[in-house]
T-cell receptor, first 113, second 109 residues
Framework: EAQVTQNPRYLITVTGKKLTVTCSQN?????MSWYRQDPGLGLRQIYY???????DKGDVPEGYKVSRKEKRNFPLILESPSPNQTSLYFC????????????FGSGTRLTVV | GQNIDQPTEMTATEGAIVQINCTYQ??????LFWYQQHAGEAPTFLSY????GLEEKGRFSSFLSRSKGYSYLLLKELQMKDSASYLC??????????FGRGTSLIVHP
């Protein structure tokens, strides 16, 4: 089944403790992206990747890192999480071409205390 | 940058028709996506318009006017399960969209 797999679904952590949210897609998509979603603010892009080893900042990259060493994986790294990073996070991938939209992962609800 | 405007909330009756409008200003434009998102779930793709005009897909249709920076999503024969947030997402380059804040649609009996 074509899908984007995110893990974990839920995570509660403490301020300053490094964490990684994994994202993997099995559709051979070139484009991958991370979004955070907050009430009243909608989906905001954190980072995106056009292809392996090609990443770029989105609208809200501060406090986050990403890597794209393989086409299928695009992990999101929070080196020193803070409470303002408490949010719902979505990974998404897209095949190049105008008829294809994003396929989203199921989301990761992160709480930083 | 991108500026996307859509109503925050709309209500409608089961069986009725509702139109959700979206206006946008973008520095580059390839096309416009509409996504549906049920509470607590991931967005799912509904439509993608590149050319001006109306595209129909079953109960859902999407319209685009590139010159006016305007799109709408038309939902016919509303069902309770259509209660969700609808996200307008113009795409400017690389087909990677930026999302509006979404319109929360409430369908009541």
């Amino acid at each position: 089944e074509a899908q984007v797999t995110q893990n974990p679904r839920y995570l509660i952590t403490v301020t300053g403790k490094k964490l990684t949210v994994t994202c993997s897609q099995n559709m051979n998509h070139e484009y991958m992206s991370w979004y955070r979603q907050d009430p009243g603010l909608g989906l905001r892009q954190i980072y995106y990747s056009m292809n392996v080893e090609v990443t770029d900042k989105g609208d809200v990259p501060e406090g986050y890192k990403v890597s794209r060493k393989e086409k299928r994986n695009f992990p999101l790294i929070l080196e020193s999480p803070s409470p303002n990073q408490t949010s719902l996070y979505f990974c998404a991938s897209s095949q190049r071409g105008p008829d294809y939209g994003y396929t989203f992962g199921s989301g990761t609800r992160l709480t930083v205390v | 940058g991108q500026n996307i405007d859509q109503p925050t909330e709309m209500t409608a009756t089961e069986g009725a028709i509702v139109q959700i409008n979206c206006t946008y200003q973008t520095s580059g434009f390839n096309g416009l996506f509409w996504y549906q998102q049920h509470a607590g779930e991931a967005p799912t793709f509904l439509s993608y318009n590149v050319l001006d005009g109306l595209e129909e897909k079953g109960r859902f249709s999407s319209f685009l006017s590139r010159s006016k920076g305007y799109s709408y999503l038309l939902l016919k024969e509303l069902q309770m399960k259509d209660s969700a947030s609808y996200l307008c997402a113009p795409s400017g380059g690389s087909y990677i969209p930026t999302f509006g804040r979404g319109t929360s649609l409430i369908v009541h009996p």
